[in-house]
T-cell receptor
Framework: AQSVTQLDSQVPVFEEAPVELRCNYSSSVSVYLFWYVQYPNQGLQLLLKYLSGSTLVKGINGFEAEFNKSQTSFHLRKPSVHISDTAEYFCAVSSLGANNLFFGTGTRLTVIP | GAVVSQHPSRVICKSGTSVKIECRSLDFQATTMFWYRQFPKQSLMLMATSNEGSKATYEQGVEKDKFLINHASLTLSTLTVTSAHPEDSSFYIC???????????FGQGTRLTVV
């Protein structure tokens, strides 16, 4: 079974400052890793995903994440945030060969003007 | 990317009635669709996995007789909340994928309020 831990439920950050949203996972098998963003009353939009290959993954809206197998982490980063980045961010994991996702509890990113 | 449309986006119903939520893959054929439920300020919890033409697989703790899932075609899956009660009020989201090892695309979600 897989599980995902997002330690920070809320992250306030000033506009144009860098941000890191933490994600750790546990799994007994190889996994795929994902970050999704959810704007109020909307579905989920894929930011980026790690399937294989380079451990540094670049996504949309200037976000990137690094897969660290030894630390079982997949932290999301952005060097300079905008007001429009205010949203809920979910880290998710799925095992190889499966499509059902296991989500973390989410991190509310609030960008302060 | 592929588009998944979920309808309705919001629905209010009386306690004891049933509500049907549709999930459509608009520009691809989805062999597998997933239904998630999200409580306020919480994460998404997988409710069930449905494969076209076969019975849905429900996660532990999800009442299959209450949450009826039909995946009659490769582009449509429906979730019917039967005899809804206020505790069923939640945000329901579907996702669809082409198959194993492929990306799942999410619908916009349905806000269900049972009064």
């Amino acid at each position: 079974a897989q599980s995902v831990t997002q330690l920070d439920s809320q992250v306030p950050v000033f506009e144009e400052a860098p941000v890191e949203l933490r994600c750790n996972y546990s799994s007994s098998v190889s996994v795929y890793l994902f970050w999704y963003v959810q704007y109020p009353n909307q579905g989920l939009q894929l930011l980026l995903k790690y399937l294989s290959g380079s451990t540094l993954v670049k996504g949309i809206n200037g976000f990137e994440a690094e897969f660290n197998k030894s630390q079982t982490s997949f932290h999301l980063r952005k060097p300079s945030v905008h007001i429009s980045d205010t949203a809920e961010y979910f880290c998710a994991v799925s095992s190889l060969g499966a499509n059902n996702l296991f989500f973390g509890t989410g991190t509310r990113l609030t960008v302060i003007p | 990317g592929a588009v998944v449309s979920q309808h309705p986006s919001r629905v209010i119903c009386k306690s004891g009635t049933s509500v049907k939520i549709e999930c459509r893959s608009l520009d691809f054929q989805a062999t597998t669709m997933f239904w998630y439920r999200q409580f306020p300020k919480q994460s998404l919890m997988l409710m069930a996995t449905s494969n076209e033409g076969s019975k849905a697989t429900y996660e532990q703790g999800v009442e299959k007789d209450k949450f009826l899932i039909n995946h009659a075609s490769l582009t449509l899956s429906t979730l019917t909340v039967t005899s809804a009660h206020p505790e069923d009020s939640s945000f329901y989201i579907c996702s669809a994928s082409l198959g194993r090892n492929t990306e799942a695309f999410f619908g916009q979600g349905t806000r269900l309020t049972v009064v």
